[in-house]
């Protein structure tokens, strides 16, 4: 793998100044389970990550007083389906969050990071959907909203700008005596990759 430089902001003013500053060649690093592998197998050429981590805003989650849902873009998978509340509300994002790679990797894995990759067997994507969550998106242009369902627009491509970064996700509040579940299926046990 070859040198990739480190940029580490602490607001999101300053992670869209780096994202500015060093244009497509920059990435923003949710949890880097993905982008780290992309990089090193030759699949994606990036000059600097992002990271997202120490950004305040991108790790929190909150509950409006009508159960609403914002859920920080970097928050790591186990804060989800580790989270009474969550649990109780969004089941099928638990269910994703608990089988996005393993143990090790939902330490640092987060669902923004996976909807940013966008990829086709991404676990978070069809939940999210099925929540109805939109993306808070910010970059120099100032804050836009976009529905999940409309944030990928083909296998590996969102629809986030070279200079712009994905805030948050909000959920509305779930009706009442409504469900959700998610469910991956995979043709073998050895592969976790969703085919469906």
């Known amino acids: 793998m070859r040198p990739i430089r480190f940029a580490a902001p602490t607001t999101i003013t300053e992670a869209v100044a780096a994202l500015v500053a060093h244009g497509p060649r920059a990435r923003m690093l949710a949890g880097g389970t993905d982008l780290i592998v992309q990089v090193r197998e030759g699949q994606r050429d990036w000059d600097v990550f992002v990271d997202a981590k120490r950004i305040p ?25 580790q989270d009474p509340r969550i649990q109780a509300r969004y089941p099928a994002l638990v269910d994703a969050a608990r089988i996005i790679g393993g143990i090790g990797i939902q330490g640092r894995a987060s669902v923004g990071g996976n909807l940013c990759n966008s990829g086709p067997a991404g676990d978070s994507i069809p939940a999210l959907i099925a929540h109805d969550a ?35 996700l909000t959920f509305p ?9 998610y469910l991956r299926f995979i043709p073998r046990d050895e592969m976790d990759i969703a085919v469906v």
Do not use: K
């Not at 805003?57 to 389906?81: H, K, W």
């Open 134 to 168: 939109s993306c808070a998106i910010v970059g120099p242009d100032g804050r836009r909203s976009v529905p999940v369902h409309e944030f990928c627009s083909a296998p590996g491509r969102n629809v986030l700008r070279p200079d712009e970064l994905l805030v948050s």
């Open 173 to 181: 509040a779930r009706p009442s005596r409504s469900g959700a579940a």
């Open 57 to 81: 805003e991108l790790g929190q989650i909150a509950f409006a007083e009508d159960d609403a849902l914002t859920l920080g873009a970097a928050v790591p998978c186990y804060r989800i389906y």
